[in-house]
């Protein structure tokens, strides 16, 4: 007995004959009319000669075939303008296209968003709805969509992106070979707000340019700027001064502790290269003596010791630690002083971003940490990072409870980028980029609407 769940392929795989491939199921449409109206002049013109057109539509599930519209419609003559003209078909489908609205608007969702790739795409289609499209038609079709969403990204976008403004703002640069792409994300609602494709590095009079643009979309609803979270680059701390006044920066603390973290791993692998060159060396052959079965022992202890630091050297780095981790971490650290003094210097770190203080305490909290690394140079030289000046602009989201600490909400953006980058096309312009970014904010301003469905949907289901 057959039951749900089974994976069944497509009975049309493997089909290498044309002869052998579902006849489409034709469907006769008329629009053969006798008398129409000239759209030039407005003059009823009467049918001069009638002609076919072939259109392929969403094919026939029940008996499983494409299906295609022979559409007879009538070509007339205006004898005042002394022009032809055909019926209007720009209902079923664009002027020259072989395909009607449906599929175009199937395929170019199927690509937006859901992220399948153009190659994939054109099997879905065909494997879904018994239409093939050539995955360049499909292409082609995408990218005039990001024509027209990006006409629209200066005025609706805009009114729906700002419509519930939280005040704060993440702004980040993403990097992809030639190109830099600059993005502005509301930093509590996570809606992409603004976003600029450049083709070279950008500098300060770009990002300028960048904020001015966002400080003229907020002007012109009365929305005011609260606060501006970046990464700790150099770009944006004097064109934000520009063009925001005073309003509050924040530097990403994810991207402080990271580097942190990056170089305290470092000093563990330094660590882990000092056990390795105080194992002794051994003769070949089985130890004999006392100093050798020694000998033995200790090398097999530092062996063990280094694999045990390299398995667990994310405790020495973890936020919080249980018991038991704890206890692992003292094991293994045995004879380590310098990897335990790091661990502890990382709990201080940590503690600089506790919600609980305020900016000044966290900042006496920092000098007095860079004054106790300063006695210890060795270990100073790992954590050079934690005496940058902008670290002090980590700490600005302490004293505002509204200010987030970190750019995720601008990340997120990025990283939806990136896996469009791997999956959906490789060969990348400046005008692709851009077209594609537009399309995918606007998937993301329709994405309330599809959850709304689903859950009617599930309604009407459990009813």
Not at 137 to 146: D, L, R, S, Y
Not at 320 to 347: A, Y
Request: glycine residues 4%.
């Amino acid at each position: 007995m057959c039951s749900p769940g089974a994976y069944r392929p497509d009975p049309t795989e493997g089909i290498t004959a044309i002869a052998d491939l579902p006849q489409p199921e034709i469907v006769p449409y008329s629009r053969n009319d006798k008398r129409n109206v000239c759209p030039r002049c407005g003059h009823g013109a009467y049918r001069d000669k009638q002609s076919q057109r072939t259109l392929h539509d969403l094919g026939n599930l029940d008996l499983w075939c494409p299906r295609d519209l022979v559409v007879t419609y009538s070509q007339h003559y205006c004898t005042k303008c002394r022009k032809y003209f055909n019926a209007d078909l720009s209902d079923l489908a664009p002027p020259g296209s072989h395909y009607t609205h449906r599929v175009i608007d199937l395929a170019v969702r199927l690509v937006v968003e859901d992220g399948v790739p153009y190659r994939p795409a054109s099997w879905h289609l065909w494997r879904d709805h018994r239409v093939f499209v050539p995955f360049a038609t499909i292409q082609n079709w995408v990218e005039a969509g990001g024509k027209k969403a990006q006409a629209r990204m200066a005025t609706d976008f805009l009114d729906w992106a700002l419509a519930d403004f939280s005040g704060y703002v993440a702004a980040d640069a993403l990097y992809d070979g030639p190109f830099c792409i600059l993005s502005a994300v509301d930093n509590r609602c996570y809606k992409r707000i603004l976003y600029d494709v450049l083709d070279h590095d950008p500098t300060h009079d770009d990002i300028r340019v960048f904020l001015r643009r966002l400080h003229t979309a907020l002007s012109a609803r009365n929305l005011t700027l609260c606060g501006v979270t970046t990464d700790g680059s150099a770009l944006y701390p004097v064109p934000l001064a520009e063009v925001f006044g005073d309003v509050p920066h924040q530097i990403c603390t994810f991207h402080i502790v990271a580097e942190v973290s990056k170089a305290v791993v470092g000093a563990v692998a330094s660590a882990r290269k000092g056990l390795a060159a105080q194992r002794p060396t051994l003769r070949r052959g089985r130890p004999s003596t006392p100093a050798a079965k020694q000998a033995a022992r200790t090398k097999k202890r530092l062996e063990a010791q280094r694999a045990a630091l390299f398995t667990h050297r994310y405790l020495v780095v973890q936020r919080r630690l249980s018991k038991t981790e704890r206890k692992t971490l003292w094991r293994i650290t045995h004879g380590l002083p310098q990897v335990r003094t790091l661990r502890v210097l990382m709990e201080q770190v940590y503690a600089l971003f506790d919600r609980r203080c305020r900016t000044q305490t966290a900042l006496d909290k920092l000098a007095k940490l860079r004054r106790r690394l300063l006695r210890f140079p060795q270990v100073g030289e790992t954590l050079k990072k934690l005496f940058s000046p902008t670290l002090d602009k980590a700490l600005t989201f302490l004293d505002d409870k509204l200010l987030p600490s970190t750019s995720n909400a601008v990340e997120r953006g990025n990283r939806r980028y990136r896996k469009m980058q791997k999956q959906v096309y490789r060969v990348r312009t400046q005008a692709q980029i851009s077209a594609r970014l537009a399309l995918d904010m606007w998937r993301e301003a329709q994405g309330a609407g599809r959850h709304q469905t689903l859950h009617t949907l599930h309604e009407a289901r459990a009813a």
